[in-house]
Nanobody, 115 residues
Framework: VHIVESGGGLVHAGGSLRLSCAAS????????MTWYRQPPGKLREFVAS????????GYADSVKGRFTISRDNASNTVYLQMNNLKIEDTATYYC?????????WGQGTQVTVSS
């Protein structure tokens, strides 16, 4: 299993970013995918998830209405569209899949929101 996140960067408050998570080494369309984030000095926290095959989604209260998770099974990619970013969204964002009882993470992508 190989997971690679990308799309992070520096953005002003109120701006937008789209994160991508490219996955390989497993049947992508058969598994739910989840985004987490870890703010500086804090624990890793759930952000959003998307199931298979219905593509049902779930969000942390802190990002509801601002973030949108989606997936493209043809390209084995899950996205996180982040709008109206806030300073408190600053974190390293990680993508995860749980397969056969084991969780696999990417290396993360840094998002920094400035005032």
């Amino acid at each position: 299993v190989h997971i690679v996140e990308s799309g992070g960067g520096l953005v002003h408050a109120g701006g937008s970013l789209r994160l991508s998570c490219a996955a390989s080494g497993f049947t992508f369309s058969s598994y739910a995918m989840t985004w987490y984030r870890q703010p500086p000095g804090k624990l890793r926290e759930f952000v959003a998830s998307i199931t298979h095959p219905n593509k049902d989604t779930g969000y942390a209260d802190s990002v509801k209405g601002r973030f949108t998770i989606s997936r493209d099974n043809a390209s084995n990619t899950v996205y996180l569209q982040m709008n109206n970013l806030k300073i408190e969204d600053t974190a390293t964002y990680y993508c995860k899949v749980t397969r056969a009882g084991a969780s696999y993470w990417g290396q993360g992508t840094q998002v920094t929101v400035s005032s």
